[in-house]
Each structure stands twice: as structure tokens, then as C-alpha cells.
């Protein structure tokens, strides 16, 4: 079973503004160029990260359950009401499975997390301290993993550099989350993009958090950077806390599948180490299993 752990909604200018949009596409133009046709854009101007419930619907037929989530970043200027994503995940509820995004630094941002479980029914949550500006460390928003060990739900986090000018960068490798994982063991967490480019760091801490996990979204566009960080990750014994995703509308699944069993290519005619078949394709069918049960 294909399992998309990571999707977005969201489009200019309902959602992010003028800015972002322009940023978004300077990056997708990079990431056209390396990643070997593996990319996705709705179309080359300031729609090229555009999402909308039509178009991730027909990207979401190449995978058996896609999870999906907008972003609520009040410091970075974007902003999808995480009603819309619970709309489209109950018009589809055997494929989309609707997850919410909070900014920590809501006043309400527990009753918030409250309702979007409780009320809306979404099943996880994504927070992103780079495009939200907090600090992961700081014990003012314990309260909020609280509450979200208590709802039992899953947090995925954006840990890894990102193309938005106004982002911040200082809290977004992947040690930052070692305090939680410590003080919440009951807490699932996810960190996306294997943490790039910092992807030693996330290594390092998923292979001794019982409740940490990754996805392999959005790496394969460098294939350099890409195939050091699976031979990382193999030689340190994590790669059965690797999960599937596309960061649509950055790529789509069949892109990153396409891109995970390319892995070794950089590499070929040399001596130096290869990621073998069994291992991509644990990637791609089983290992959602372990860390997302409740999608069985
Ligand atoms: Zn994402």
C-alpha cells in the first residue's frame, strides 16, 4: 500500500502572498534543473506551488492514502484555514486523510488544536518553527505537545532550510525537537526532508528517539546530497523510520518513487556504497505501518 505522508493545500493569493509565490517559483526553477524531470509545478509563475482540492485529488490517484495539511504561519505571511482541509478530506474519505497546521504562537492555540480534533476530525498536525517563528525548546509551548500526546495525534515537522525569505533558519535543524522527544514519549513526530540539509543531525536523533520518524520528501531533486544522506541513514540503522511523501505539490509520488529507486545512479561505475533494492521499496510500501498505525 502507497502512503503519502505529506501533501499541501494551499494557492496564490487566497493563502500566501505576492512574495512568497515569487520565491517559491525562484526555487522551483532550481529544482527543475537537478532534479531530472522529478518535479511538479502547476505551470512556471506565481502559480507554480498552487494546490488546489482538484489538483492534489488527481495527483493523490498514484497513492492508496494521502495525508494533508495546509500551513498557518502568521510570521511568514500564509495562511489555510484548516476548515478547507477538512472539507476535502471528508468529500474523500477512503484516500484523504486531513491533518491541521497550528501557529504555536496563537493565543488559543490548544482550544484551536481542541476543535481542529474534536470538531473538523483532522488527525494530525504540522508546525513548521521556521515559517512560524518559535523556538522549539521553549517550555511556554509545552502545553500545546500536550495536548497533542493527549489527542493521541501525530506531529509532522518542517525541520530543514526552506526558499522564503522571511523564514527563519536558527531553529530548524532537527536537534531542536530532542527536548520534546525526550519529555514526550508518547508523542509521534515526524520531521520532513530528512531535516536537509542537515540530514546528520536527524539522523542522528531519530535513531535513538523511539518516537521519532522521517520522510523522504523533497530530497530527491540533489541527487548528490540525496544519496549521502540514504547511505547515512542505512549505515546508522534508521532506515526503517524512513516514510514515503511528495511534498505535493512539489513533486508528486510517483516523481519521489521514481526518484528513491534512482538513489544509486549518482554513483554508478564506483567502489562507493549503494542503497540496496529491499530498502527503497521497504521505504515505499511498509514502513507508514509502523509509525501510522491508525492508517492500517
Ligand atoms: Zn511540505
Redesign the pocket.
Known amino acids: 500500500m502507497i502512503v503519502d505522508v505529506?501533501s499541501?493545500i494551499m494557492w496564490y493569493p487566497d493563502h500566501v502572498g505576492e512574495q512568497w509565490a515569487r520565491e517559491a517559483l525562484a526555487s522551483k526553477l532550481v529544482k527543475l534543473k537537478f532534479s531530472g524531470g522529478l518535479a511538479h509545478a502547476a505551470s512556471l509563475d506565481l502559480h507554480s506551488y498552487d494546490s488546489t482540492p482538484e489538483t492534489h485529488w488527481a495527483a493523490a490517484q498514484q497513492t492508496d492514502k494521502t495525508i494533508v495539511f495546509g500551513l498557518q504561519a502568521k510570521a511568514t505571511g500564509t495562511w489555510v484555514p484548516n476548515e478547507l482541509i477538512a472539507d476535502y478530506a471528508r468529500q474523500h474519505p477512503d484516500k484523504i486523510v486531513g491533518w491541521a497546521s497550528i501557529d504555536p504562537n496563537e493565543p488559543e492555540a490548544i482550544d484551536q488544536l481542541d476543535h481542529a480534533v474534536n470538531v473538523l476530525g483532522l488527525r494530525g498536525l504540522k508546525l513548521g518553527p521556521a515559517y512560524q517563528h518559535f523556538d522549539p525548546t521553549d517550555r511556554r509551548h509545552w502545553p500545546f505537545f500536550a495536548a497533542a500526546q493527549r489527542h493521541g495525534i501525530p506531529i509532522i515537522w518542517?525541520q530543514g532550510t526552506t526558499f522564503p525569505s522571511r523564514a527563519k533558519l536558527r531553529w530548524s535543524t532537527a536537534l531542536w525537537l530532542e527536548d520534546i522527544a525526550l519529555d514526550f514519549p508518547d508523542l509521534r513526530m515526524i520531521v520532513?526532508h530528512l531535516g536537509h540539509p542537515w540530514e546528520e543531525d536527524l539522523v542522528a536523533l531519530i535513531r535513538k528517539a523511539p518516537n521519532m520518524y522521517a520522510d523522504i520528501s523533497a530530497v530527491h531533486y540533489r541527487p548528490w546530497r540525496y544519496w549521502q544522506a540514504m547511505v547515512t541513514a542505512m549505515e546508522y540503522g534508521v532506515t526503517h523510520k524512513l516514510l514515503l511523501a511528495s511534498?505535493f505539490p512539489s513533486a508528486t509520488i510517483d516523481n519521489v518513487i521514481a526518484g528513491l529507486r534512482n538513489v544509486n545512479a549518482i554513483v554508478e561505475g564506483t567502489r562507493l556504497p549503494t542503497i540496496p533494492s529491499e530498502i527503497q521499496e521497504r521505504i515505499i510500501h511498509e514502513n507508514w505501518k509502523d509509525a501510522l498505525p491508525e492508517l492500517l
Open positions: 505529506h499541501h518542517h520532513a511534498d
